[in-house]
């Protein structure tokens, strides 16, 4: 329903948005949520008839043309990107659909609590746990562990955003981790098999297999159904590029949708900027022939002629 104090959409309370995905799927459609970086992307991703868009700081990277990597870097205030990006350019323009914002939950320097209380306030229907230690791992991941900005921070964060009657939908990489989001109350789980694979930035090839990505996401959703039977399960990341990617993994697993953020956002301006580009140069300009007739500059009157050497 919407806000009353607007006449559109957002904020909507946590039953409402889960309402809302229920009916998408009643209807025998899949759940596509998408990251948005730009005003523009996230205007026309509604028109698109996406069920969620979310903002976080690696869309900004992404429509600078870099990879969305850049998001997991100390290239800016994370927090700070994803609000600047939804209050100045995300939900001023999107009428109807939820939009999520990526909480950077590990950072030291935020009172949760305190951030939560501004994400809502400032109209934004859910949270999503971006950027996320559930992507490190190795020698890194332990530092991180051991030095207060463990992965335990975003379950935190998604309890308190239970609380506060936030949606959230989260990214995990094990089956441990999407075990304690489901603990922490998280709404929807996201099995995040790898960076994306495609377009102009990032793999070339994949590096992670298809076999891989539909086990993994097996075994994500088999280990939080073990603690809650209400959740919603969507995938995301590695090989899972295209809709015919959406549709393969899918019908292997249980997944019933699909987050896209590159896959969605990047490769679509990509893709169609080169091949509007090549239409117009295509084009041939039936006046620039006048323009390129040499013509021969007359010698003036009377002048003189230059002497032999």
């Known amino acids: 329903m919407p806000n009353p104090w607007t006449g559109k959409g957002n904020p909507y309370t946590r039953k409402e948005v889960i309402d809302r995905l229920r009916a998408t799927l009643r209807g025998g459609n899949a759940i596509i949520a998408a990251g948005a970086g730009t005003g523009i ?3 026309f991703i509604e028109r698109g008839g996406a069920d969620l868009i979310i903002i976080y700081n690696s869309g900004r990277f992404r429509m600078m043309g870099h990879g969305s990597t850049c998001g997991m870097m100390a290239y800016g205030d994370a927090n700070a990107i994803a609000m600047e990006i939804g209050e100045y350019e995300v939900l001023p323009v999107v009428e109807e ?3 999520i914002c990526g909480v950077h939950a590990t950072d030291p320097r935020r009172r949760m609590w305190h951030w939560l209380l501004q994400v809502k306030e400032m109209g934004f229907s859910g949270v999503n746990n971006f950027p996320t230690h559930t992507i490190v791992d190795g020698h890194f991941r332990g530092v991180l562990e051991e030095t207060g900005m463990s992965v335990k921070k975003e379950y935190e964060m998604v309890a308190l955003a239970r609380r506060m009657d936030l949606f959230s939908i989260v990214y995990v990489g094990s089956p441990e981790e999407a075990v304690e989001m489901a603990k922490a109350g998280a709404d929807a789980i996201i099995a995040h098999v790898g960076t994306t694979v495609g377009g ?9 297999t298809w076999d891989f990505a539909i086990e993994r996401t097996r075994a994500i959703i088999d280990a939080a159904r073990r603690v809650r039977k209400d959740l919603f399960f969507l995938a995301h990341g590695g090989p899972i590029n295209t809709p015919e990617d959406a549709d393969r993994i ?3 697993t249980d997944v019933v949708g699909f987050v896209g953020a590159s896959s969605l956002e990047r490769m679509g301006v990509e893709q169609s900027l080169i091949d509007l580009t090549r239409r117009f140069k295509a084009l041939s300009a039936p006046a620039a022939a006048s323009l390129t007739k040499t013509k021969t500059k007359p010698k003036a009157k009377g002048a003189a002629k230059k002497p032999r050497a």
Do not use: Q
């Open 97 to 99: 659909v939820p939009v």
């Open 41 to 43: 992307s996230a205007k």
């Open 250 to 252: 899918m019908k292997a």
């Open 200 to 208: 102009s930035i990032g793999v070339s090839k994949a590096v992670v």
